[in-house]
Structure formats: structure tokens, C-alpha cells
């Protein structure tokens, strides 16, 4: 009886458009936050886009150390360039699982190490002054004036993300111990948080939904050009738009939503708030990451190369 002989299943070296695309679909399949998605689909894209650019080689380790070097010489931040390759080796994991990659080649792109991070980039943080500047300029009996408002509060306050202030519903917000506060949040990657809204904070919040006669769902809405509330929810890119709208008229560039969070974080800290407190507040699972919002890793506004000072020479004196 002569036994069955199974043949050795072939693997590609060299991925057409149409295994990429099926790659990236198993990719964006596997992720379950929408941000995420997002970006990981941006980023499989620019890659698809240079890899079919290129001469058609083999994907394996060397191509991929190519792209790294090619992000490099592009001048993006090392973040960025880091991000772009691990969507690479997603792709390349997901690739090798589908069977259109071997699974060597694949292992080899994991082992592709990402661009190095020399010192720390310097964050944006608001002063108190600035803050309650760039929260009061929205003030206004409109609607549109008190929902933004609203917003930019709870943004400075409370330091919440894009993302958590567009999804923000009614319900969460109750009261605790006494005190108002945002129940059970889920934030990013799933974590789950309690928020204490600021008094100031809560007022603001409460002018916008009696105005809006907002009681359930979302909290912050679209609003029409005639003035009147539209629709369920907004777009995180209205909140970008808030954010650089009036930080703009106060005279600030370059404020962007995340800015307001350090903000909420430095503000605390500043005034005797416990670095472990914060931590709980921003949702993070690290506290070297709340320290990087908090700029511990260098004061800026009390340099150490102020503690000393080079008189100038005195004529007349040898």
C-alpha cells in the first residue's frame, strides 16, 4: 500500500496587492477600538503604497528595515515611524495565519526593531491663567457658545480624550460620595474609570443641556447653522475644531485637545494634587505616563541653568 504523500504547502515570498488587501482586512477584523482601526488602516496603507512603489521583492526583514529607513528619512517623529511598523508586523503576523507569507519571513520582519527615542519631545501645557481664558472666551447665550464652553470645561477639567467627550452619555454622569462625577467610563484600551467633574465644571455642563434639553444620550450634539441642536453626537474632529477656535482667539497656536489634558494633569499637580490621584484620573496603567503629561522628566519653567548667572566684566578692572 503505497502512503499518501501531502504536499508541502507553498508559501509567497512576494505578496500581490490582492494578498495585501485580504492581509490588512484580517488586520482591521482583529481590532475592536475604532481609533485604532483608524489608524492601523492608515498606516497599512502607506505601507501597501511604498512596498508597490518599490521593485517587487520579497517581503521579508531587510524590506521592511528599507521602510523603516525610508519613514526615517521622511522626518517623521519616532512615535510615528514606531506605530507605522508595528502595523507592518501586524500585517506580516496576519500574512503568515491567512498561509500567504512563510512563517519565517514573518517571524524575521517581527524582529525588526523600531526607530530609538533620544531624550523626550516637549509637551504643550496651558497656564491656569491661560486655561480660564481660553474657557470663558466661548461664554455666550447661543447654544453653540454654551456647548463649546461646556466642552472646552470638561476637557480642562476633567481631561478627558476626544474620543470620551464626543461618547459621552447622560447617564454616566451621577453623583458619588457627594460628588458629581463621570461612573465607570470605558476609555482607551478598555480601561475603566471614574471621573469627578469640577463644581465650575458641572455648571457650565448643566447651562449647555437645559438650554439643549439634553436628558438622555450623548452630550454633546451638533448644532445647525440656524442654532438649532441636530442629530445624536458629534464628530472628534468638532472638538479639534473647539479647541483651535478659541485658543486661536485668546492667542495661543498650536493648541490641540490632548494639550488640555496635560493641562487638567499639570493643573492638579500643581496645586498639591497626588501623582497616584492623577494617575486614576487620566486612566492611565503606567505612572511613568502620567509623569510624562506632568513634564517631570524636565521643568521648563524653572530651568536648572537659572540657578547660576555670568556677571559681566567691569571696565577698569584687570
Given at each position: 500500500?503505497?502512503?499518501?504523500?501531502?504536499?508541502?504547502?507553498?508559501?509567497?515570498t512576494v505578496l500581490?496587492?490582492?494578498?495585501?488587501?485580504?492581509?490588512?482586512?484580517?488586520?482591521?477584523?482583529?481590532?475592536t477600538s475604532p481609533a485604532s482601526r483608524r489608524t492601523y488602516e492608515y498606516a497599512i496603507e502607506q505601507f501597501i503604497a511604498w512596498y508597490c512603489s518599490e521593485p517587487r521583492l520579497a517581503l521579508?526583514?531587510?524590506?521592511?528595515?528599507?521602510?523603516?529607513?525610508?519613514?526615517?528619512?521622511?522626518?517623521?517623529?519616532?512615535?510615528?515611524?514606531?506605530?507605522?511598523?508595528?502595523?507592518?508586523?501586524?500585517?506580516?503576523h496576519e500574512a503568515a495565519d491567512c498561509g500567504l507569507l512563510s512563517a519565517d519571513?514573518?517571524?524575521?520582519?517581527?524582529?525588526?526593531?523600531g526607530a530609538r527615542q533620544l531624550g523626550h519631545r516637549s509637551g504643550n501645557w496651558l497656564s491656569l491663567e491661560q486655561s480660564s481664558q481660553l474657557v470663558n472666551c466661548a461664554s455666550g447665550d447661543g447654544l453653540r457658545e454654551r456647548r463649546d464652553c461646556a466642552m472646552l470645561a470638561i476637557l480642562v477639567g476633567c481631561g478627558l480624550r476626544r474620543a470620551e467627550l464626543t461618547n459621552?452619555?447622560?447617564?454616566?454622569i451621577q453623583i458619588r460620595q457627594g460628588h458629581w462625577v463621570i461612573v465607570d467610563l470605558v476609555?482607551?484600551?478598555?480601561?475603566?474609570?471614574t471621573i469627578p467633574i469640577p463644581r465650575w465644571a458641572k455648571e457650565k455642563l448643566d447651562r449647555w443641556t437645559s438650554a439643549?434639553?439634553?436628558?438622555?444620550?450623548?452630550?454633546?450634539?451638533?448644532?445647525?447653522?440656524?442654532?438649532?441642536?441636530?442629530?445624536?453626537?458629534?464628530?472628534?474632529?468638532?472638538?479639534?475644531?473647539?479647541?483651535?477656535?478659541?485658543?486661536?482667539?485668546?492667542g495661543l497656536e498650536h493648541v490641540a485637545p490632548h494639550d488640555l489634558r496635560r493641562t487638567c494633569a499639570k493643573l492638579c499637580h500643581s496645586n498639591g494634587g497626588e501623582?497616584?490621584?492623577?494617575?486614576?484620573?487620566?486612566?492611565?496603567?503606567?505612572?511613568?505616563?502620567?509623569?510624562?503629561?506632568?513634564?517631570?522628566?524636565?521643568?521648563?519653567?524653572q530651568p536648572v541653568n537659572d540657578r547660576f548667572e555670568i556677571t559681566p566684566q567691569i571696565a577698569g578692572l584687570d
Open positions: 500500500m503505497v502512503p499518501n504523500k501531502r504536499k508541502a504547502k507553498l508559501h509567497r500581490r496587492l490582492s494578498d495585501l488587501d485580504h492581509s490588512k482586512t484580517a488586520v482591521l477584523n482583529a481590532l521579508n526583514r531587510i524590506v521592511v528595515v528599507r521602510y523603516r529607513i525610508h519613514l526615517e528619512a521622511s522626518g517623521l517623529a519616532t512615535a510615528t515611524i514606531n506605530q507605522r511598523l508595528a502595523a507592518v508586523r501586524r500585517l506580516a519571513l514573518a517571524a524575521g520582519i517581527q524582529r525588526v526593531k459621552l452619555p447622560v447617564e454616566k476609555g482607551k484600551g478598555g480601561h475603566v474609570r439643549a434639553m439634553i436628558s438622555t444620550g450623548r452630550v454633546f450634539r451638533t448644532i445647525r447653522k440656524n442654532g438649532k441642536v441636530w442629530g445624536d453626537c458629534i464628530n472628534v474632529n468638532v472638538v479639534w475644531h473647539v479647541v483651535n477656535r478659541y485658543s486661536r482667539s485668546i501623582l497616584e490621584q492623577i494617575q486614576f484620573l487620566l486612566g492611565h496603567v503606567s505612572v511613568q505616563t502620567t509623569e510624562r503629561y506632568l513634564g517631570c522628566k524636565q521643568n521648563l519653567s
